[in-house]
């Protein structure tokens, strides 16, 4: 018979910033048959933006959000790249999204889309705020899904310590400030022009402009050591969360 140890049970209220509506945060996390689950109504436990917005067209709504990760997962020598979809799981319930779905495409009238044969991804926290992210980083997806593309400002209690959540191989996301640096740095110079290039300078709009560098603490999946465990970490600078992996992806993130 398989026991379950329950890690955490949270119901809060979030009232959206309008003021026009009420939601309730509900996540339950459990310990079970070697594996961490997270099951949750996807809304988060503090105040959200305005949703739709200039640049996100949606309006949020409660999911069906039931994610069970390896508790002991192992760590390979290859890194597993995640050019899409979830990266992973707050302790509040929020999914960890902080790639685009969206590349540079010309082609298009609003100058991207999801074809993205010419290799230049969107960067959701770039410059401009393109994608509609309210203070906490996030946005709503066109299904309603509330999702972090950086580090939220208004955790509050959802947190253990550094621990914030959940990659989707199991290993855990911690927060530290300064106290993990990414080793990403922005590239310098201009884009290459012409050909289904963007050209401009490198300032942070495409994923593309940035290169690892290994100048911070951490590896190009943002990952490192912390009290003698592989761990991943939110960072303050790109990338922000991991793009990559170095264990295997759950397969409810697949």
């Known amino acids: ?5 329950m ?3 949270v119901t809060a209220l979030c009232a959206l910033s309008a003021g026009i509506a009420h939601a309730a945060n509900q996540v339950r996390i459990a310990r079970s048959g070697g594996e961490i689950c997270i099951a949750s109504n996807g809304l988060p436990n503090h105040a ?17 959000i039931n994610v069970c990760v390896p508790a002991n997962p192992k760590k390979s020598n290859r890194a597993t790249w995640i050019d899409r979809g979830g990266i992973g799981i707050m302790l509040n319930g929020v999914m960890i999204r902080p790639e685009a779905a969206d590349c540079w495409d010309p082609r ?8 993205c ?14 994608f509609g992210l309210d203070k906490n980083k996030a ?6 899904l509330y999702h972090y593309h950086g580090m939220p400002s208004s ?9 914030i959540g959940y990659a989707a191989d199991g290993f855990e996301i911690h927060y530290m400030g300064q106290g993990a640096k990414s080793g990403y740095s922005l590239k310098s110079g201009k884009r290459p022009s012409g050909n289904g290039n963007p050209g401009g300078r490198y300032d942070g709009s495409f994923v593309e402009d940035y290169a690892y ?6 590896d190009e999946c943002n990952g490192g050591t912390l009290d003698g465990k592989y761990v991943y970490f939110a960072t303050d600078a790109f990338p922000y969360y991991p793009r990559c992996l170095m264990g295997t992806k759950a397969k409810a993130f697949r």
């Open 139 to 144: 946005h709503v997806d066109m299904r309603g």
């Open 155 to 163: 955790l509050g209690s959802a947190k253990q310590g550094t621990l």
């Open 1 to 5: 018979m398989k026991t379950a140890t």
């Open 7 to 9: 890690i955490m049970t």
């Open 117 to 130: 044969r010419n290799g230049w991804r969107l960067e959701p926290m770039g410059p401009g705020n393109k």
């Open 213 to 218: 560098t290994g100048s911070g603490t951490l």
């Open 108 to 115: 298009s009238p609003r100058g991207f889309s999801r074809d």
């Open 48 to 64: 959200t933006g305005q949703f739709p917005n200039q640049g996100n067209p949606h309006s949020i709504s409660a999911q069906r």
